[in-house]
């Protein structure tokens, strides 16, 4: 077990910024953590780095509880914050030695950090010159100077154009597959980036967990939802009679989204139900149910 996090909550005076959070984490996942703006995302994270402290609750890093060594957990963890604090005014490899002998590292690890975070190219330049791809770069690099086996990336594509994205999510898969098994936890609020880096994801709501789920089960998810817009009204009795239909919402006008509990494909059930119905189908269109519609679904307002 990597991480265990046990009823962990947060209060800022009567602001309740975290409610008995819980989950485990299991060596070698990538797991996305999801969440709106202010949902408490970057605040679990900070307790978990030992930035913070928790109001209630525990939570373990490697079987050690942060009230009981700290500094040997830090030790353990690889930190990459939301506002990535760099000293812009260093040579890349310079700040890398620099950290190197914070950490007390071997100075051969800087090298084969360059390497693999692909900074070689800009190791004798200055901080200040690089991308903002680059400087995320050098975020990654220093948190895994000392080798950690918990990487904490929180919102590490933020403000990053679409190459330099595609970039650092193939950068962290990398990471992720590297033999020494590390665990990754990353924050996030774009669910695309969870769906192509990610093993599992975590959705958390006003300071809640709402969802903790693996991937290929939620893709294997055997829910279907249908999108249809009829010529006229349809009462519901009439169309709860199409089969395997879970629910059916009017979403305006003669328009339906309709789920089902089948993975065979229903549009032509609900084209027969129209026909027989004497209606006319202006729209039929089948949506994937996806990590998108389950964000949706879990943290509308």
Do not use: W
Not at 172 to 195: A, C, D, R, W
């Amino acid at each position: 077990m990597s991480i265990h996090v046990e009823g962990i909550s947060k209060f800022y005076g009567e602001q309740k910024a975290l409610d008995s959070v819980t989950f485990k984490l299991n060596k070698g996942e990538i797991v996305g953590f999801l969440g709106p703006n202010g949902a408490g995302k970057s605040t679990l994270m900070k307790i978990l780095t030992g930035y913070l402290t928790a109001s209630e609750g525990k939570a373990e890093v490697n079987g050690i509880s942060l009230e009981d060594d700290l500094h040997k957990i830090q030790q353990q963890i690889g930190y990459l914050p939301e506002h990535n604090p760099l000293y812009t005014e260093m040579y890349v490899r310079e700040y890398l030695e620099f950290n190197s002998r914070i950490f007390k590292t071997d100075k051969s690890r800087i090298e084969q950090i360059i390497e693999l975070t692909g900074l070689k190219p800009e190791a004798n330049k200055k901080i200040e010159q690089l991308s903002k791809g680059y400087r995320q770069r050098v975020g990654l690099a220093t948190a895994l100077l000392h080798d950690p086996q918990v990487l904490i990336l929180d919102e590490p594509t933020t403000g990053l154009d679409p190459n330099q994205l595609v970039e650092i999510r193939n950068l962290i898969k990398n990471i992720g597959k590297e033999k020494s098994g590390k665990t990754i936890f990353l924050s996030t609020h774009i669910m695309q980036e969870v769906e192509a880096v990610c093993d599992r994801v975590i959705i958390i709501n006003k300071g809640k967990v709402v969802a903790d789920k693996n991937l290929k089960d939620l893709r294997e998810e055997n829910e279907q939802v249908i999108l249809v817009e009829f010529d006229y009204r349809v009462e519901q009795v009439a169309i709860q009679k199409i089969p395997n239909l879970i629910s059916a919402k009017n979403i305006g006008g003669f328009a339906y989204e309709l789920t089902f509990d089948t993975k065979k494909d229903m549009r032509p059930a609900v084209f027969d139900f129209a026909h027989d119905n004497g209606l006319k189908t202006l729209q039929l269109n089948q949506k994937t149910k996806n990590l998108e519609s389950l964000f949706a679904e879990l943290t509308a307002p």
